[in-house]
């Protein structure tokens, strides 16, 4: 029990140091917030532009309003940068270190991503969030389920993220770059993952492919289960199908993990 | 003069060291049209079911966005990684390197970080641009092509300032100069639409405490003859030079700056 206790400490103390150098930069992180607020606001007055007062044919205004709040919340904190992190490591040769700690590499990478989103929740999402409620005005959830399910879904996003990110990373073992399928990965994400617009606003043919894409389980499906598009009966189907999804992305960086680790060379010294 | 060849020399030897590893550098070339292009995709996609955006066509946004676009890209291999990678030398005090050379600091700098890797933006923003002016009726008369090339040359200038004060703010206080560079960039998203939907105070904030709107939008009033309600008649006509001048203040900014810096390495 204790050496559990002790594990997890060891843990916590990995996502509370990311945490802390998020606070060091004071007049970034003002700077940040404030143009956030700008970029929703821009968002906000295209859709009131585009939808006005009244109703357009399967959406109103005061709808996508609440969209856009909430992809812009989620943005936030959502984004992994796992890769990147993987990528730097490789070429300075830091991962030496990474390797010889006693703790896993996923789980210090994971822990870190963990620390960056709580973070960016608090010092983004929260504050943009409450700027929106007073400002802007967002629909509430039709039920307390509603809501809860948009808080699981969102976190089961923010896993997926992380893995996808991960794995990105893993393929920097064979290339040393990450940099370019990163790219390539998030153009294809911000289409298929509903980051800019709703699926029901999507052409049929990218609607079918984005439904089959993991992606949308970061935008899409846990704003549309928070409206009350996605039916209460639908909301077990839409778990069931982040925890496939979470489970495939496992397997899948398991497999490809036990490939890499035996390539690992470092240069330099 | 002699100057400009050694810059132009250093970053030919760029080219060739990024060319070293060729595919990679195609790659690299493919992956930011798809990734650019698909900005274009979003915008369409946004306006496709609402035929534009009060009295814009979908083609005449895209013109606001590709303007924008191709200003950046142009601005950009100059600026990115050579501002961007300041912060970086003042914290390790490597900027002395740049110092002691018979060079200007800032040419050096540029040579030395120029990125070709832009030049398939480049060419997708420059053909998206000709297309949308061509289906949105551009009258494609001398003054009206002079006016586009001057334009993106304030476009250019505008990008050049965001980077340039960025840079300079990193002379000052670290990490904020990247930060604020970067949000004023992004604010020029802002005007990827036509800034008519926005209320007056942030038309005003757009125009004359940032002028992101003076790169795209007043230019294109002018290009594209709209009927628009404008704070003052002058500004279609004006703004590129705005730009220019605000381009020429970045320079003096950072030449500041380097004024400011006391190395911190040893």
């Known amino acids: ?269 | 003069m002699a100057n400009f060849v050694t810059v132009f020399r250093l970053a030919y030897m760029n080219l060739r060291t990024q060319m070293e590893y060729r595919l990679s550098f195609f790659i690299w070339l493919g992956i930011k049209v798809l990734s650019y292009g698909s900005e274009y995709l979003i915008v369409w996609m946004v306006l496709d079911r609402f035929k534009g955006i009060g009295s814009w066509s979908i083609p005449e946004v895209i013109v606001l966005w590709a303007i924008l676009q191709l200003s950046y890209t142009l601005a950009a291999p100059f600026l990115f990684h050579s501002a961007g990678k300041l912060e970086q030398h003042i914290v390790r005090g490597s900027l002395d390197y740049f110092l002691v050379q018979p060079i200007h600091p800032l040419a050096n700098l540029i040579a030395r970080n120029f990125s070709w890797t832009y030049s398939s933006q480049q060419l997708m923003s420059a053909v998206v641009l000709v297309i949308a002016l061509n289906a949105s009726g551009f009258d494609w008369s001398l003054p009206k092509v002079c006016f586009l090339l001057l334009t993106i040359l304030g476009g250019i200038s505008f990008y050049a300032f965001t980077f340039l004060f960025g840079g300079a703010l990193n002379f000052r206080m670290i990490h904020g100069g990247r930060s604020i560079g970067g949000n004023i960039r992004w604010l020029m998203d802002l005007t990827q639409y036509p800034i008519g939907i926005y209320p007056k105070q942030l038309q005003a904030f757009l125009t004359f405490v940032v002028p992101a709107a003076m790169i795209n939008y007043y230019p294109a009033v002018y290009l594209l003859d709209k009927q628009v309600e404008l704070f003052h008649p002058s500004l279609p006509l004006i703004s590129p030079l705005v730009e220019i001048a605000l381009g020429q203040i970045g320079i003096r900014l950072f030449t500041k700056g380097l004024e400011w810096y006391q190395s911190g390495g040893g």
């Open chain 1, 1 to 269: 029990m204790a050496g559990v206790i002790g594990t997890f400490r060891t843990y916590t103390t990995f996502t509370l140091y990311f945490l802390k150098t998020r606070f060091v930069y004071r007049a970034s992180f003002w700077i940040n917030l404030g143009f956030s607020f700008l970029f929703l606001l821009m968002q906000v007055y295209l859709w009131k532009a585009l939808l006005g007062a009244g109703t357009f044919t399967d959406t109103t205004a005061s709808e996508m309003i609440t969209y856009v709040v909430l992809a812009g919340v989620i943005r936030n904190f959502v984004g992994s940068g796992a890769a990147y992190a993987i990528e730097d490591r490789l070429l300075s040769g830091d991962i030496v270190f990474d390797f010889i700690r006693p703790l896993s590499f996923r789980v210090q990478m994971l822990l870190n991503d963990l620390g960056s989103a709580f973070s960016s929740f608090l010092l983004q999402s929260a504050p943009l969030l409450a700027g929106a409620l007073l400002f802007v005005g967002v629909n509430p959830p039709p039920s307390l389920l509603h809501f809860l399910g948009f808080v699981l879904l969102t976190l089961g996003g923010l896993i997926i993220s992380f893995y996808t990110s991960y794995i990105i990373g893993l393929v920097a073992f064979y290339t040393m770059k990450a940099e370019y399928i990163d790219w390539l990965v998030s153009t294809i994400r911000s289409f298929l993952s509903g980051r800019y617009l709703p699926f029901w606003l999507y052409p049929g043919w990218l609607r079918a492919i984005a439904e089959l894409a993991p992606f949308k389980l970061m935008f899409y499906t846990p704003i549309s289960v928070y409206m009350g598009r996605t039916p209460l009966s639908e909301l077990p189907e839409a778990l069931l199908t982040m925890v496939v999804w979470i489970l495939i992305l496992v397997t899948v960086e398991f497999m490809l993990w036990k490939k890499t680790t035996n390539r690992l060379v470092v240069q330099g010294g």
